[in-house]
């Protein structure tokens, strides 16, 4: 079973739209959590972490639920510049990360 | 500030040759981690030092992969002999002792094994 499981799309919304990416993980020790953005053949970027009370930033929400183990990250109001692969990561006792196969989002003029 | 360096940034080797990656971190980073992205697949972690020690390898594949990050500073990765399934990204990343969790990514180095 894989430790993160993310819907790999492709997401293609408008602009201005809204859109939701959703990610559960299967260890339930899991200690930390983030969302990472990957351009295509780019390294990935740390977007944002996600506390357990929920976090926002700009446009972007990220939500935590522990007892159903997933996380969500929110885009509001969609920019040609938010294309781009969303990477859902976890950390359990060490540093090491796991990542999501990634969803894929094109925001369309 | 400096980014994460690696080098090169693409390699193409025939199966049966060696190749070496090498890995700059940000200056003052103490965390050095390796990953790897297989085509189609999640990117996945190889190993983590500490400064000059491995503090966990558990990712390492096989004992084909040799990481090496001699006086704490850059990293290389060794792959021989290479094999078909060997070729992807091999990112890298580091981060500060304070922060481990804030982890920044190199350009990543795209290995081709034909």
């Known amino acids: 079973r894989k430790e993160v499981e993310q819907d790999p799309g492709p997401f293609n919304v408008p602009e201005g739209a809204t859109v939701a990416f959703n990610c559960t993980y299967s260890n339930s020790a899991s200690q930390s959590f983030f969302w990472y953005r990957q351009d295509c053949r780019k390294e990935p970027k740390l977007l944002m972490s996600?506390?357990?009370s929920g976090n926002e930033d700009g446009r972007f929400t990220a939500q935590l639920n522990r007892a159903s183990q997933y996380i969500s990250l929110l885009i509001r109001d969609s920019k040609l510049s938010d294309s781009a692969t969303y990477l859902c990561?976890?950390?359990?006792?060490?540093?090491?990360?796991?990542f999501g196969t990634g969803t894929s989002l094109t925001v369309i003029p | 500030e400096a980014g994460v360096t690696q080098f090169p940034s693409h390699s193409v080797i025939e199966k049966g040759q060696t190749v070496t990656l090498r890995c700059d971190p940000i200056?003052?980073?103490?965390?050095l981690y390796w990953y790897r992205r297989v085509m189609g697949k999640e990117i996945k972690f190889l190993l983590h030092f500490v400064k000059e020690s491995k503090q966990d390898e558990s990712g390492m594949p096989n004992n084909r992969f040799l990481a090496e990050r001699t006086g704490g500073t850059y990293s290389t990765l060794k792959v021989q002999p290479a094999e078909l399934e060997d070729s992807g990204v091999y990112f890298c990343?580091?981060?500060?002792?304070?922060?481990?969790?804030?982890?920044?990514f190199g350009p990543g180095t795209r290995l081709t094994v034909t």
């Open positions: 996600v506390y357990s």
């Open positions: 200056s003052g980073h103490d965390n």
């Open positions: 990343a580091s981060s500060h002792p304070g922060d481990p969790y804030e982890q920044y």
């Open positions: 990561v976890v950390t359990s006792t060490g540093n090491q990360f796991y």
